[in-house]
């Protein structure tokens, strides 16, 4: 895999910038939450979908892969793109695949889309404590894409509290990094929320009685520097993708690409999900009321 790609200063420049910000944060209405829903064009063909982002993107877990083999259950067609660099924000994302990128964003589809949806995940940094820079850096690749997909569906990847859940500054990080993401998809024409930190922090809650801790370790989410998301948070996030984009339950796949362990020579493989996931329903359950 490529944990050792990812840069360890993460940590250092998060905390630094995240301790000097207001401990209070307003909460969000409920009409607030559920105000903005992104309409994607009416694709000819199989429509196409592209994720930007970094290691929350791919890392133990792939949402590229697993959201490409829900969709393969399911009987939806789904041609996939990413933009993946660890550690970085969009920028940066930019600036090391630009001229993929560019080759991309100047493809056309016959339909005047050629993509149809895009994942957005900025870095943690960044999405907590860079209001302005969040914004300017969805609206430098948002206008990229638009250039040749103009009404393109989207979707802003609400980041998870980057502590514990049992560290005292969780609540205050998990409510500042969702109040950003609003923000940003209030700017973003034609946009929307992905809700994994909402839907990660339902899990951590008990939400459908799923119990996080599995023999006194997080089952959802490990790391030193940052925390990454685990076979059950990429199971869980997989099924909040597609009932987000597609707006219903998905049939899950009794077979899914998922990590075999959270060390440096471990990789990625399909396993079968009874074995592979602590509590599959509760996930899918909770994945469903955040879409």
């Given at each position: 895999m490529k944990k050792h790609i990812l840069l360890f200063g993460i940590a250092a420049i998060l905390f630094t910038s995240c301790k000097d910000k207001s401990a209070t944060t307003e909460n969000l209405t409920s009409s607030e939450e559920t105000s903005s829903k992104p309409k994607a064009p009416k694709a000819e063909g199989t429509p196409r979908i592209l994720f930007i982002g970094n290691s929350h993107t791919e890392f133990f877990v792939s949402?590229?892969?697993?959201?490409g083999e829900i969709c393969k259950a399911n009987n939806q067609p789904m041609n996939i793109d990413q933009l993946v660099t660890m550690g970085v924000s969009i920028e940066k994302i930019y600036d090391d695949h630009v001229s993929e990128a560019e080759a991309n964003f100047a493809k056309t589809d016959k339909d005047g889309n050629y993509y149809d949806y895009v994942i957005l995940q900025e870095s943690t940094p960044v999405a907590l404590a860079e209001l302005d820079q969040y914004k300017t850096n969805v609206?430098?690749?948002?206008?990229?894409?638009?250039?040749?997909?103009?009404?393109?569906?989207?979707?802003?990847?609400?980041?998870?509290?980057?502590?514990?859940?049992?560290d005292s500054d969780y609540k205050e990080y998990y409510d500042e990094i969702r109040k950003n993401a609003f923000e940003v998809v209030k700017s973003t024409k034609n946009s929307g929320l992905l809700r994994v930190g909402d839907a990660v922090n339902d899990a951590y809650n008990g939400k459908s009685n799923y119990k996080y801790l599995v023999g006194n370790k997080d089952n959802l989410r490990y790391g030193e520097?940052?925390?990454?998301?685990?076979?059950?948070?990429?199971?869980?996030?997989?099924?909040?993708?597609?009932?987000?984009?597609?707006?219903?339950?998905?049939i899950m796949p009794k077979e899914l690409t998922l990590s075999t362990g959270t060390g440096d020579n471990d990789d990625m493989k399909k396993q079968e999900v009874s074995k592979a996931i602590s509590n599959a329903k509760a996930l899918e359950e909770i994945a469903f009321s955040n879409r």
């Open positions: 949402s590229p892969i697993i959201f609206k430098m690749i948002v206008d990229k894409i638009r250039k040749n997909s103009p009404d393109v569906a989207v979707y802003i990847y609400e980041a998870m509290s980057p502590t514990p859940f049992t520097n940052t925390l990454h998301l685990l076979n059950d948070g990429g199971y869980m996030q997989g099924a909040l993708l597609f009932a987000t984009i597609f707006d219903k339950k998905p």
